[in-house]
C-alpha cells in the first residue's frame, strides 16, 4: 500500500495534469496568434449599444458609433443624434420632405452594411424619380415594439419635424401574443448588465478577463449557449407553447391607432405598412431551420396566423382612420429569396422592399404636392 498511492499520484500527474494543462496552454496560445484580442468591456465598444429611455425600453445613446455585427456581415454607423446613418439636423431644412422610419430590427435591416439599408434605399430611389429634396431618418432599433416606436415619437420623433410617419413592425410584438399581461408587467427597462458577454460578473471574473483570451472565448461560448443568445437577445425556449393571447391583439391595436394619432397631432402623415416575412403555412423544412421560433412561445402555425391577425388590424385601422397603408407583404412573404430568416431581408429583399414602397411613396408625395 505505501507504493501504491505515489504511483496512483504520479499516474494522475502524467496522464490528466500534465496534458489538461498542456492543452490549456497550447489553447491560449493558439486563440492569442490567431484570434482577435477580445475582453467584454472591448466587446461592448464593437457592439451596438444601448441606453435605457424613459418612454420606450431602450434607445441607441446620443452619440456616434460605428460597430460590426451579424457575423460581421454587416457593418453599421449611428449618427450623434442616436439613430442609424448620416447626421442631420434636428431643424429640419426649408423645403425638405422628411421621412422617419420606426420598427425594430427588420426595419433597422441588420443585415445590410451602411447606406444599404432598406429606408435609406428609399430615400435614393425617391431622388431618382426626381424627388431631389427628400431625406430619410431610419429609426429602427433592433427589439423594438410597437409600443417602444410610439413612445420614440412621443419623447423625441416630434421634435425632427417629419412630413411622414411610417411604422413597419409586427414581429417583436407577436412574440409577446401569448403573455397574459400588459406589457407594463414584463418589460422592464434596458439595463446592459443583463447581458453578461459585455459585462463582468464579479472581480475575479474581470482578472480572468483580462489574463486569459482562452477563458474569454470560452466564456462567451458558455453564456451563448445558457441563454441561446442570438442577433434578437436570449431566447424562451424554455416557455412551452402557449396560445395567441387577446390582450397582444388589443395592445398591438392600440399602439398603431396610437401612432396614427400622434403623428396627425404633430401635423405629419401616418402610414402604416404590413411586415414582410417568410413564414407562410407551408413552409419547407429547409425554410423551418432558418426561422428562430425561440424567440417566440408559438408554434409555426399560430405564428402565420399571428401574422394575418396584425395584417387585418393594419387594414381595419388603414380603412376606419382613413390612413395610407403600404402592402409589401402581399408580393413579398413567403418568399425565401427575400429573408434570411423569419423578417430580416436577404439584400435581394431589401431592394425589393424598398422598391414596392418607394414607388407607392413617390405616387403619394406628387399627389399631395399637386393639390
Request: charged share 25%; proline share 4%; net charge positive.
Amino acid at each position: 500500500m505505501s507504493t501504491y498511492k505515489p504511483r496512483r499520484k504520479t499516474f494522475f500527474i502524467f496522464f490528466i495534469v500534465i496534458p489538461v494543462i498542456s492543452a490549456l496552454l497550447l489553447g491560449e496560445i493558439y486563440v492569442r496568434l490567431f484570434k482577435e484580442y477580445m475582453t467584454p468591456e472591448i466587446l461592448k465598444t464593437k457592439s451596438l449599444q444601448y441606453s435605457p429611455s424613459i418612454f420606450s425600453r431602450f434607445i441607441f445613446p446620443e452619440k456616434k458609433q460605428r460597430t460590426e455585427t451579424a457575423g460581421r456581415i454587416a457593418s453599421y454607423a449611428i449618427n450623434s443624434k442616436g439613430y442609424r446613418g448620416k447626421e442631420f439636423s434636428i431643424k429640419k431644412n426649408k423645403g425638405t420632405i422628411r421621412i422617419i422610419f420606426y420598427g425594430g430590427s427588420a426595419t433597422f435591416d441588420i443585415y445590410e452594411t451602411e447606406g444599404k439599408d432598406w429606408p435609406h434605399r428609399i430615400e435614393q430611389m425617391l431622388k431618382e424619380k426626381g424627388i431631389l429634396n427628400v431625406e430619410v431618418i431610419n429609426a429602427g432599433i433592433p427589439g423594438l415594439t410597437s409600443v417602444d416606436c410610439v413612445g420614440r415619437i412621443f419623447a423625441d420623433g416630434w421634435s425632427l419635424e417629419p412630413d411622414y410617419l411610417i411604422m413597419c413592425e409586427a414581429w417583436n410584438d407577436i412574440c409577446y401574443f401569448p403573455n397574459t399581461t400588459t406589457m407594463q408587467k414584463f418589460c422592464g427597462p434596458y439595463n446592459e448588465n443583463d447581458d453578461p458577454r459585455i459585462s463582468y460578473q464579479s472581480s475575479l471574473d474581470k482578472i480572468l478577463c483580462e489574463a486569459s483570451q482562452l477563458y474569454v472565448r470560452l466564456r462567451g461560448r458558455y453564456y451563448d449557449w445558457k441563454y441561446d443568445i442570438g442577433l434578437e437577445g436570449a431566447s424562451n425556449q424554455n416557455e412551452s407553447n402557449r396560445e395567441i393571447n387577446e390582450l397582444g391583439l388589443r395592445q398591438y391595436r392600440l399602439s398603431l391607432e396610437m401612432f396614427v394619432d400622434l403623428a396627425r397631432n404633430i401635423h405629419s402623415i401616418p402610414i402604416l405598412i404590413t411586415q414582410p416575412r417568410l413564414f407562410r403555412k407551408n413552409n419547407m423544412d429547409e425554410e423551418k431551420l432558418r426561422i428562430a421560433y425561440k424567440y417566440v412561445k408559438l408554434n409555426h402555425a399560430d405564428i402565420v396566423k399571428a401574422f394575418e391577425l396584425t395584417d387585418v388590424i393594419i387594414k381595419d385601422i388603414s380603412k376606419s382612420k382613413l390612413v395610407h397603408m403600404i402592402d409589401p407583404s402581399k408580393e413579398m412573404s413567403g418568399n425565401s429569396e427575400y429573408f434570411y430568416d423569419h423578417v430580416h431581408t436577404t439584400d435581394k429583399g431589401s431592394y425589393q422592399l424598398a422598391k414596392i414602397i418607394s414607388e407607392d411613396l413617390y405616387g403619394l408625395i406628387k399627389k399631395i404636392n399637386n393639390k
